[in-house]
Nanobody, 124 residues
Framework: QVQLVESAGGLVQAGGSLRLSCAAS????????LGWFRQAPGREREFVAT????????SYADGVKGRFTISRDNTKNMMYLQMNSLKPEDTAVYYC?????????????????WGQGTQVTVSS
């Protein structure tokens, strides 16, 4: 079992930056691939980024490439999402997720464990 808890999100102006954290419990954390997803009001949950068990490779949704960076620290059971050059369209509830596999995936169905979500609001 893995439990995931996201850090508080926040309100940021367009062009600003924010870093989300995801704290995980469970002895097998380091062997799991992880991901970030988001859900905007009235829209389906969508893939943002994923990272393999070792920290590489990583993969990003087209809309966040070059602006967001996913990383992890297996010694601390932590995952991060550094978000730069934020846009109003990045406003959403962000979720961290873990899958019982070493390899990355952009599919929601591939992830067995989910955090409760954290709100990120980008003002124009």
């Amino acid at each position: 079992q893995v439990q995931l808890v996201e850090s508080a999100g926040g309100l940021v102006q367009a062009g600003g930056s924010l870093r989300l954290s995801c704290a995980a419990s469970g002895r097998t954390f380091s062997s799991y691939a992880l991901g970030w997803f988001r859900q905007a009001p009235g829209r389906e949950r969508e893939f943002v980024a994923t990272i393999a068990w070792s920290g590489s490779p990583t993969s990003y949704a087209d809309g966040v490439k070059g602006r967001f960076t996913i990383s992890r620290d297996n010694t601390k059971n932590m995952m991060y999402l550094q978000m730069n050059s934020l846009k109003p369209e990045d406003t959403a509830v962000y979720y961290c997720a873990a899958r019982t596999s070493w390899s990355t995936s952009s599919l929601m169905s591939a992830y067995a464990y989910w955090g409760q979500g954290t709100q990120v609001t980008v003002s124009s």
